[in-house]
């Protein structure tokens, strides 16, 4: 029911349906919870999507459902909150990641960091520095060359002096 109002731009009575399922005590499943999100984001209420953001990470793992997963990123995305979008895809992308066994490389980290530093919104850049450390990328010469472009534009030239003096092998570039 949600799904097709939704899917028919009624947004308010996907809300309002959705507040009679949880008033009821109806068990809400993956396909609710993905299904109600849009009407979140297209009213502007983002203060109903992060409750059901919470109730998605405490109950039945919904947090782990990739159609759950998806919808909040496009609710944070739509709404303009980049940073909460962000977070939600480091978490899903993160335990992907390790469940197919695959592991990012210094390229794709480098062209992530690369892709952050020019994104205004994003302000959480420094957590892909703590995401390269857990990595163990931290001395790959390209990584550290994109960590260097990144703080200074943060104004944090402490940290990029930190970065270059713990380069064992610099060159004269």
């Known amino acids: 029911m949600i799904n097709s109002f939704s899917q028919s731009d009624r947004f308010s009575e996907a809300l309002?349906?959705?507040?009679?399922?949880?008033?009821?005590?109806?068990?809400?499943?993956?396909?609710?919870?993905?299904s109600v999100l849009?009407?979140?984001s297209h009213l502007e209420r983002l203060d109903i999507g992060k409750e059901i953001h919470v109730y998605a990470l405490r109950n039945n793992g919904l947090i782990e459902n990739s159609f759950v997963g998806k919808?909040?990123?496009?609710?944070?995305?739509?709404?303009?909150?980049?940073?909460?979008?962000?977070?939600?895809f480091y978490r899903i992308s993160g335990r992907m990641i390790e469940v197919v066994g695959l592991l990012p490389n210094t390229t794709s980290?480098?062209?992530?960091?690369?892709?952050?530093?020019?994104c205004e919104a994003f302000s959480s850049k420094?957590?892909?520095?703590?995401?390269?450390?857990?990595?163990?990328?931290?001395?790959?010469?390209?990584?550290?060359?994109?960590?260097?472009?990144?703080?200074?534009?943060?104004?944090?030239?402490?940290?990029?002096?930190?970065?270059?003096?713990?380069?064992e092998d610099k060159d004269k570039v």
């Open 38 to 40: 849009p009407s979140c």
């Open 109 to 118: 980290m480098v062209s992530v960091m690369s892709a952050c530093v020019q």
């Open 71 to 88: 919808a909040l990123i496009d609710m944070y995305y739509n709404y303009g909150n980049v940073e909460g979008g962000w977070r939600v």
């Open 16 to 34: 309002d349906f959705f507040r009679l399922m949880v008033l009821k005590g109806d068990e809400l499943d993956c396909f609710t919870i993905a």
């Open 126 to 167: 420094e957590s892909i520095h703590g995401y390269v450390i857990k990595l163990g990328f931290e001395e790959n010469r390209y990584v550290q060359n994109a960590l260097m472009d990144m703080y200074p534009r943060k104004g944090k030239i402490d940290i990029l002096q930190n970065i270059f003096n713990s380069i």
